[in-house]
């Protein structure tokens, strides 16, 4: 055995791999015993062009042919393919030749390794398919992640919520480039330089609500994000890039800032509005005032929170203010009334207080709003008009009455002088007549002015006894009598329910209502028509509607209010005689039994009137 050979197979001995030479052409001709061990088979089998028998055969093709290659081009030759161990299973291997060039400058020998690298290639393919998996995770985590690598922070990674968040189109405009290119509008707002620091520091970043500005160009969007950057490490523990992880909180961000904002508008405006107000929970907690209401109390939230604004109340009225709020709060309705309340300086004004209920979309009260509004003024003025009103109509009634005498006089006067002077013909007779229509013009007047007066004044004087029951079939049938001859005259029809109700009211007073109601039902009827009144009661078990129906004239639906006003009326004198008190007089008599009177008018077609009178018992 040559010396070179000897030395070849003591290498071979000391290196775990196989060791193998082949002739220039690419005949194996050696291979070394642990090679032969390795593979189980006898170098007869191996040897020549046989060695490809050991070859997995669908790598054969490709082992043949980077061999050729390499024999032809005398190059050193590196692959790697699959060889059937001696216990029948295939393991990877990579195979290595290189080419002995003689003095001749040609190939003299082949000198070639194998090494087993399976265990090395199941790690690889197992790493691979770690990292496939942790990949499809990332991917599919709800938020948007991106790996970067290096010092210069070269998109590695990023799953297609960070795509997204970033306003790019695909993930490609962003892999392999540093951050700096791939997000440039991230310079300016310091994002490059804060991975810049974790990098640097080796230390995890995170924020919450950073706004920041994503998007190239126009596409600009601002954008709320919650995230965390951490530096990644290498496995000897040194940084070697940066992973980041974001979430787009924008729409919750952007929801709470308008809910802010406009929380913030409505207390500028619970402020600026010139009423105490305040805000209770849904259980009358109250929580908040405005200025105003510590302004006017002297008091501080402290000292008033929840229910100890009941110390600020009227003692003999805050029992019935109780009882109220209760009721609203038990309902969820609104609260409404008037009562005082102590100011700093101890002394009582008088507030309208409106509380409104705050819903939520299922109808459920999640908070009161209270406004208690000073009418202090505004009830002083009041009640000065209503003395003043008193005393008008207190005026009204005695001159009324006391007008009656010496109007009285006139006619008698007149009647006289006329007899006296032999009821002349002429100017005298004319004039005469004058003064007759007058004096009965104002004996009319006087006289429905005294009735309206009586009504106030009676109402007056009778205040404190209980309204006691009226009969409204006596009541009509009065009316009836008294212008029996009138319907009878015009030929009216009156249709009437045949049994009533029992009201509260006086019947004679009630018998008035019909009266005026019946006599104008008649006196508006259409020229040529015969009026028909259809009088109809009903009762609902609280009240008892009446309406009084009618076939002539009606007015317009826009006066249907005015018409119960004080010398209010729609048609001139010399078409048809009044005053204009007879539905004031109504109005006055219906509204002091606790009832409402209002009517309905077409023109040309009709009217009806209807009163609502409380039910007796
Ligand atoms: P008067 O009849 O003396 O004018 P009222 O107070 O009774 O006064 O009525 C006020 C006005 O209402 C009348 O002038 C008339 O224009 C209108 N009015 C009242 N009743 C009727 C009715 N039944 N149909 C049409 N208009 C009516």
Redesign the pocket.
């Given at each position: 055995m040559k010396e070179s050979e000897r030395h070849l197979r003591v290498l071979a001995a000391s290196i775990p791999q196989m060791l193998w030479t082949a002739t220039p052409e690419g005949q194996l001709n050696y291979l070394s015993d642990q090679g032969l061990r390795y593979l189980g088979i006898g170098e007869e089998l191996l040897y020549g062009e046989k060695w490809l028998n050991a070859v997995h055969p669908d790598d054969r093709e490709s082992a043949i042919r980077s061999w050729t290659h390499a024999i032809a081009t005398s190059t050193p030759y590196e692959t790697s393919y699959r060889l059937r161990r001696f216990d029948g299973t295939w393991r990877w291997h990579l195979v290595r030749g290189v080419p002995v060039v003689g003095d001749d400058a040609k190939v003299s020998q082949w000198y070639g390794t194998c090494t087993d690298i399976e265990d090395q290639k199941q790690a690889e393919t197992l790493m691979q398919q770690d990292r496939q998996r942790w990949q499809e995770l990332l991917q599919r985590a709800p938020a948007a992640i991106a790996i970067f690598h290096g010092p210069a922070h070269i998109f590695e990674w990023v799953n297609s919520d960070f795509v997204r968040m970033v306003g790019r189109s695909d993930a490609a405009k962003l892999l392999g480039k540093p951050a700096r290119e791939g997000l440039p509008e991230l310079v300016a707002q310091g994002y490059i330089d804060l991975l810049d620091r974790v990098f640097a520091a080796g230390q995890p970043h995170a924020e919450q609500e950073a706004p920041v500005l994503l998007g190239e160009g126009g596409d600009a969007h601002e954008a709320y994000v919650n995230f965390v950057c951490m530096p990644t490490r290498d496995t000897q523990g040194r940084v070697d890039g940066n992973f980041v992880h974001a979430t787009d909180v924008s729409d919750l961000v952007k929801a709470r800032k308008q809910v802010e904002e406009s929380e913030r508008q409505f207390r500028t405006l619970a402020e600026t509005i010139p009423h105490l107000a305040w805000m209770a929970h849904a259980d009358g907690f109250i929580f908040w005032y405005n200025q105003r209401w510590y302004d006017y109390t002297g008091t501080t939230l402290e000292s008033v929170k929840g229910r100890n604004w009941e110390t600020l109340h009227d003692p003999d009225v805050l029992p019935r203010v109780l009882d109220q709020w209760k009721l609203s709060l038990a309902s969820g309705k609104p609260f409404d009334m008037i009562f005082p309340l102590k100011g700093a300086n101890g002394e009582f004004r008088t507030f309208l207080t409106r509380v409104e209920p705050v819903k939520d979309n299922g109808g459920r009260v999640v908070r009161w709003f209270g406004t208690n509004t000073d009418v202090t003024e505004q009830k002083r003025t009041e009640e000065e008009l209503r003395r003043a009103n008193r005393d008008l109509e207190e005026f009204t009634y005695v001159a009324s009455h006391d007008l009656q005498e010496p109007l009285r006089m006139v006619s008698i006067y007149t009647q006289l002088m006329m007899k006296t002077l032999g009821e002349p013909e002429g100017n005298l007779g004319k004039y005469a007549a004058v003064v007759r229509q007058n004096v009965a013009r104002m004996e009319t007047l006087i006289h429905?002015l005294l009735k309206f007066s009586r009504t106030v004044h009676d109402d007056r004087s009778s205040s404190s006894e209980p309204l006691s029951t009226a009969d409204l079939a006596a009541a009509l049938a009065e009316a009836t009598t008294v212008l029996k001859s009138r319907i009878e005259e015009v030929g009216a029809v009156i249709r009437a329910p045949s049994s009533w109700p029992v009201v509260r009211g006086d019947t004679d007073q009630l018998a008035h209502v019909f009266q005026?109601?019946v006599?104008?039902?008649l006196?508006?009827s259409r020229p040529g028509t015969k009026p028909e009144i259809h009088i109809c009661a009903h009762s609902d078990g609280v009240q008892c509607t009446i309406s009084?129906e009618?076939n002539?004239?009606?007015?317009e639906q826009q006066?249907a209010e005015s018409?119960?006003g004080l010398f209010?009326?729609?048609?001139r004198r010399d078409a048809?005689?009044?005053?204009?008190?007879?539905?004031?007089?109504?109005k006055r008599i219906v509204e002091r039994a606790g009832g409402k009177i209002w009517?309905e008018?077409r023109p040309d077609q009709?009217?009806t009137?209807y009163l609502s009178l409380p039910l007796a018992g």
């Open positions: 429905d005026n109601l006599s104008n039902a006196k508006y009084v009618d002539g004239i009606g007015f006066h018409i119960f209010k009326r729609l048609h048809y005689a009044g005053t204009g008190l007879g539905l004031a007089i109504c009517a008018g009709g009217s009137f």
